[in-house]
């Protein structure tokens, strides 16, 4: 029942976002650590990188297209690309080229399109390939190497990672563990962290992301530099990473206090795995986490803890993945009781009492 | 300068009142034609007390107050009452409302005014609620509530405190700003009368501390009083909102779906203090109003004195008319106006703005998925969970929105504007209010219907249970059958 010239009802001036812009400015400061990373990790870690990017953007095309929507203004929003770019952080950057395809099936039509594309997944899509391709090809999933940097000598050129990316896959003895990883496997063979800790690289060399791991769990510094970016840039609050980072070097502290000889310390859980991008990047994902301030301080308390406890007591060495998944499955319910109090009403919705200050 | 108390929520618009906040109020000549709707208030429409081809003075009263909540029309200017017509009413309806045509005669002269009330800080309360009443003053700030109607709350409640609303947190809009910038003494002097009548105490003034020459003109206008503090708070919209600029002056918090005065306090806008002032001091009726001309599209922006009944184009031609296709026509702020159905709609007691946006201003951009980013949570002035339900709304969940709070929406745009997909969430939630009260009305008729059934049928089983008893006593023999009794 419009009439011309009279259109929607106010307001009608609007703050200058979009999702587009929020997207963008997350890749954005994913870009320095992404950069350091595959100059670490060399040729094939940037094919595979360009081969699960490329995938997501495929995938996410080909599902909006089935469905009859507009295939070029969902492209635009750059949610594809963001959780391309993710799933590329997450694997081992010398992985083969299927990982990232797979990967990109597992997170774009079943983990976000199935539920009607963006915004209404349940699960971080990333997570969701991440852990779909660990549980289905362990061994390939953690076949980490130790960075070979571009130009390097040692390190493989173009054709030599075309093979390794779209061929043969990492060549023989280059394969290294990862700390998280190491740490644990010497624990099953009865050598106490205060024997193994030593043999990994130092702290120093973890933060800075010399050491083997996934793109995004190295350099813990530059990935710290860009989520601090995105709360300056009021992207993200800090109600997430600091529940999150908060609640692993807490445990990881009072456990290591108790017993240094089974638990490692709160330091070593925060520079190593994905602790600091997952904190930062995975938990904050806006879909699949509580949209309030306590909401998201509880989400990120819990991914610490969860992360913490499957680091050190389950099969697996690292547990940011499954720890988000697990949180995003709570966060429905943590919306409904981090609600917001309303104007002029109690906590269980009822008017307030007419009381004067004195 | 008095304490300040936190406020939930809230955004920081562009103001962009620089178009506007440095030019002076000016008076825009008499146009050929004024258009005076019977409705320009909360309540029921003005009785009309003049028929067309009547003379009119200006100050004359054309309508009346009909009812307990109504306010009165006066005549502008003198002139000739041409027609009495039905008119497209400045509301996005556009809907045609009963309105008085009149046609100034040049003369602008004045009718016999009520008599200035002397010592009115000594007079009797009743006598100045009167004359406010007469006068026809509503609440400028765009609530259009009757002012007289309000300073009755002194006798319901006991008010502590009288609110000046100085905030004017829509953008855009400065006439509120300019009025305490020029006429300080008078906003002081109708805030010092009304505490009076009502019986309060202390008075604090409000206003946003994005207006410095504002809250310095108005603190040396209040120097000589020790009862009024005037505040600086926030730039934070929405804390021209009543409740809101209560709580972050007085940290009083007005318990839902009650009056302010409730917790003691009364808030009046700037520009209807003034206009009590004048009725009060100087007899004269609420006859015109200041109104910002603003936007990007107006050639010469402006706060303009406009005669009530001015058509907006009489106003903008005032203004140098506009210099391209407006992408938006505005009755009030950006935030919170109304569309203009047309030009030829009249302003109106409650029109504190006309803005006519380009559409670099409007920063329109085609709706997209909602990403959960919770921004509307932590805009939301009033705790409420937008997000959640606009999720029901679309739906068609109404009960689930109505749960989590949808009623308590004051539709203030904080969401919207702050969406990063654009979607408009005032809009679902004004149409989810809307349904609302149409099924509760619904509700509540049918309720109703089933009393009076109900009664009926009660009435019908009493009457035929009567019958029976006469029956049977006539029989001579009670009857033993109980089920005989049950059935009757």
Same mark, same amino acid.
């Not at chain 1, 050491?211 to 601090?228: I, N, P, Y």
């Not at chain 2, 955004?11 to 019977?38: F, N, Q, W």
């Not at chain 2, 829509?170 to 400065?174: I, K, L, M, Q």
């Not at chain 2, 318990?255 to 009650?258: E, F, T, Y």
């Given at each position: 029942?419009?009439?011309?010239?009279?259109?929607?009802?106010?307001?009608?001036?609007?703050?200058?976002?979009?999702?587009?812009?929020?997207?963008?400015?997350?890749?954005?400061?994913?870009?320095?650590?992404?950069?350091?990373?595959?100059?670490? !990790?060399?040729?094939?870690?940037?094919?595979?990188?360009?081969?699960?990017?490329? $995938?997501?953007?495929?995938?996410?095309?080909?599902?909006?297209?089935?469905?009859?929507?507009?295939?070029?203004?969902?492209?635009?929003?750059?949610?594809?690309?963001?959780?391309?770019?993710?799933?590329?952080?997450?694997?081992?950057?010398?992985?083969?080229?299927?990982?990232?395809?797979?990967?990109?099936?597992?997170?774009?039509?079943?983990?976000?399109?199935? !539920?009607?594309?963006?915004?209404?997944?349940?699960?971080?899509?990333?997570?969701?390939?991440?852990?779909?391709?660990?549980? &289905?090809?362990?061994?390939?999933?953690?076949?980490?190497?130790?960075?070979?940097?571009?130009?390097?000598?040692?390190?493989?050129?173009?054709?030599?990672?075309?093979?390794?990316?779209?061929?043969?896959?990492?060549?023989?003895?280059?394969?290294?563990?990862?700390?998280?990883?190491?740490?644990?496997?010497?624990?099953?063979?009865?050598?106490?962290?205060?024997?193994?800790?030593?043999?990994?690289?130092?702290?120093?060399?973890?933060?800075?992301?010399?050491?083997?791991? &996934?793109?995004?769990?190295?350099?813990?510094?530059?990935?710290?530099?860009?989520?601090? !970016?995105?709360?300056?840039?009021?992207?993200?609050?800090?109600?997430?990473?600091?529940?999150?980072?908060?609640?692993?070097?807490?445990?990881?502290?009072?456990?290591?206090?108790?017993?240094?000889?089974?638990?490692?310390?709160?330091?070593?859980?925060?520079?190593?795995?994905?602790?600091?991008?997952?904190?930062?990047?995975?938990?904050?994902?806006?879909?699949?986490?509580?949209? &309030?301030?306590?909401?998201?301080?509880?989400?990120?308390?819990?991914?610490?803890?969860?992360?913490?406890?499957?680091?050190?007591?389950?099969?697996?060495?690292?547990?940011?993945?499954?720890?988000?998944?697990?949180?995003?499955?709570?966060?429905?319910?943590?919306?409904?009781?981090?609600?917001?109090?309303? !104007?002029?009403?109690?906590?269980?919705?009822?008017?307030?009492?007419?009381?004067?200050?004195? | 300068?008095?304490?300040?108390?936190?406020?939930?929520?809230?955004?920081?618009?562009?103001?962009?009142?620089?178009?506007?906040?440095?030019?002076?109020?000016?008076?825009?000549?008499?146009?050929?034609?004024?258009?005076?709707?019977?409705?320009?208030h909360v309540?029921?429409?003005?009785?009309?007390?003049? $028929?067309?081809?009547?003379?009119?003075?200006?100050?004359?009263?054309? $309508?009346?107050?009909?009812?307990?909540?109504?306010a009165?029309?006066?005549?502008?200017?003198?002139?000739?009452?041409?027609?009495?017509?039905?008119?497209?009413?400045?509301?996005?309806?556009?809907?045609?409302?009963?309105?008085?045509?009149?046609?100034?005669?040049?003369?602008?002269?004045?009718?016999?005014?009520?008599?200035?009330?002397?010592?009115p800080?000594?007079?009797?309360p009743?006598?100045i609620r009167?004359r406010v009443a007469?006068s026809g003053i509503v609440g400028m700030g765009g609530a259009v509530f009757p002012a007289a109607v309000k300073l009755n709350l002194g006798?319901?409640y006991?008010i502590e405190t009288l609110l000046v609303n100085g905030a004017e947190c829509?953008?855009?809009?400065?006439c509120d700003?300019?009025v305490m910038?020029?006429y300080a003494?008078e906003v002081i002097d109708g805030a010092r009368i009304m505490a009076h009548v009502m019986g309060a105490?202390k008075i604090i003034v409000g206003i946003?501390?994005?207006?410095?020459?504002a809250?310095?003109?108005m603190?040396?206008a209040a120097?000589?009083?020790?009862e009024i503090t005037v505040i600086?708070v926030?730039?934070?919209?929405?804390m021209g909102y009543a409740h809101e600029l209560i709580?972050?002056t007085t940290?009083?918090?007005t318990?839902?779906?009650?009056r302010t005065a409730?917790v003691g306090v009364v808030a009046y806008n700037v520009g209807t203090t003034r206009a009590i002032d004048h009725a009060v001091?100087?007899?004269?009726?609420l006859?015109?109003r200041v109104?910002?001309?603003?936007?990007?599209?107006?050639?010469?922006?402006?706060?303009?004195?406009?005669?009530?009944?001015?058509?907006?184009?009489?106003?903008?031609?005032?203004?140098?008319?506009?210099?391209?296709?407006?992408?938006?026509?505005?009755?009030?702020?950006?935030?919170?106006?109304?569309?203009?159905?047309?030009?030829?709609?009249?302003?109106?007691k409650g029109?504190a703005?006309?803005?006519?946006?380009?559409?670099?201003?409007?920063?329109? $951009?085609?709706?997209?998925?909602?990403?959960?980013?919770?921004?509307?949570?932590?805009?939301?002035?009033?705790?409420?969970?937008?997000?959640?339900?606009?999720?029901?709304?679309?739906?068609?969940?109404?009960?689930?929105?109505?749960?989590?709070?949808?009623?308590?929406?004051?539709?203030?745009?904080?969401?919207?504007?702050?969406?990063?997909?654009?979607?408009?969430?005032?809009?679902?939630?004004?149409?989810?209010?809307?349904?609302?009260?149409?099924?509760?009305?619904?509700?509540?008729?049918?309720?109703?219907?089933?009393?009076?059934?109900?009664?009926?049928?009660?009435?019908?089983?009493?009457?035929?249970?009567?019958?029976?008893?006469?029956?049977?006593?006539?029989?001579?023999?009670?009857?033993?059958?109980?089920?005989?009794?049950?059935?009757?």
């Open positions: 029942m419009s009439t011309p010239g009279i259109g929607p009802s106010a307001p009608f001036t609007h703050a200058a976002t979009n999702v587009q812009k929020t997207m963008v400015t997350v890749l954005l400061a994913l870009v320095p650590a992404t950069a350091f990373n595959l100059y670490l !990790f060399g040729w094939p870690a940037i094919l595979l990188f360009a081969v699960t990017i490329g $995938a997501c953007v495929a995938a996410e095309a080909i599902c909006v297209a089935l469905t009859d929507r507009p295939v070029q203004p969902t492209l635009l929003d750059g949610s594809a690309v963001l959780t391309g770019w993710l799933l590329a952080m997450s694997l081992p950057p010398w992985a083969p080229w299927w990982t990232g395809v797979l990967g990109a099936v597992f997170a774009i039509p079943l983990a976000k399109q199935a !539920f009607g594309g963006l915004g209404q997944n349940v699960f971080n899509p990333a997570m969701v390939a991440r852990v779909g391709l660990l549980i &289905s090809f362990p061994v390939v999933m953690t076949a980490w190497v130790v960075p070979h940097p571009l130009f390097a000598a040692g390190s493989p050129g173009l054709a030599e990672a075309i093979q390794i990316t779209f061929g043969t896959g990492v060549p023989d003895g280059v394969s290294a563990a990862s700390a998280l990883g190491f740490v644990k496997t010497e624990l099953t063979r009865g050598i106490p962290v205060s024997q193994s800790l030593p043999q990994v690289p130092d702290l120093m060399d973890m933060a800075l992301g010399l050491r083997a791991g &996934s793109l995004g769990e190295t350099s813990v510094l530059l990935v710290l530099a860009g989520g601090l !970016f995105l709360m300056a840039r009021r992207i993200i609050s800090w109600h997430t990473p600091v529940g999150m980072l908060g609640a692993l070097f807490v445990m990881g502290t009072l456990f290591h206090a108790v017993n240094p000889e089974r638990f490692t310390d709160g330091v070593f859980h925060l520079v190593s795995g994905a602790s600091v991008l997952g904190a930062f990047f995975i938990a904050t994902d806006y879909v699949t986490s509580p949209v &309030s301030k306590p909401g998201q301080l509880i989400f990120g308390i819990g991914c610490g803890l969860l992360t913490w406890v499957i680091r050190t007591f389950a099969g697996y060495p690292e547990g940011v993945a499954f720890a988000v998944l697990l949180m995003n499955s709570l966060t429905p319910i943590i919306d409904q009781y981090t609600r917001p109090r309303r !104007f002029g009403r109690s906590r269980d919705g009822e008017p307030l009492p007419a009381k004067r200050a004195p | 300068m008095g304490s300040l108390f936190p406020v939930r929520g809230g955004v920081h618009p562009d103001y962009r009142k620089g178009l506007t906040s440095e030019k002076a109020i000016v008076a825009m000549a008499m146009p050929e034609l004024l258009y005076l709707p019977l409705q320009q309540g029921a429409p003005a009785q009309l007390l003049v $028929a067309a081809g009547e003379r009119v003075r200006k100050g004359q009263m054309l $309508a009346r107050c009909d009812g307990a909540i109504s009165p029309l006066h005549a502008p200017t003198s002139g000739l009452i041409k027609d009495i017509a039905e008119i497209t009413a400045p509301h996005p309806s556009g809907l045609a409302q009963t309105t008085v045509v009149l046609e100034p005669d040049g003369l602008d002269e004045w009718t016999n005014l009520p008599e200035p009330i002397p010592d800080l000594n007079a009797d009743q006598v009167e007469n006798s319901q006991k829509e953008p855009y809009v400065t700003d300019r910038r020029e003494s105490a946003e501390r994005n207006k410095p020459q809250i310095e003109a603190t040396k120097a000589p009083y020790a600086g926030p730039a934070q919209y929405p709580l972050a940290g009083r918090e318990p839902a779906g009650k409730e001091r100087l007899g004269r009726p006859i015109s109104v910002t001309v603003s936007g990007g599209t107006v050639r010469e922006p402006g706060n303009i004195v406009v005669p009530i009944g001015a058509r907006v184009a009489d106003v903008i031609a005032f203004c140098g008319g506009l210099t391209s296709q407006p992408a938006r026509l505005i009755n009030g702020g950006p935030m919170m106006g109304q569309p203009l159905p047309s030009l030829d709609v009249p302003v109106v029109t703005g006309i803005l006519a946006l380009a559409a670099s201003e409007v920063n329109d $951009a085609p709706e997209s998925p909602c990403i959960r980013c919770g921004s509307c949570v932590d805009a939301c002035p009033c705790g409420l969970v937008p997000v959640e339900m606009a999720a029901y709304i679309r739906k068609d969940n109404l009960q689930g929105a109505a749960r989590l709070g949808v009623g308590d929406c004051i539709g203030c745009g904080s969401c919207s504007w702050v969406c990063p997909s654009h979607i408009p969430l005032v809009q679902y939630f004004q149409y989810a209010n809307g349904v609302l009260s149409d099924q509760e009305r619904e509700r509540r008729k049918n309720a109703r219907t089933k009393s009076l059934a109900e009664a009926h049928a009660h009435r019908l089983e009493k009457v035929a249970a009567a019958k029976a008893a006469t029956q049977a006593a006539r029989k001579g023999a009670p009857s033993h059958t109980p089920t005989d009794k049950a059935s009757a």
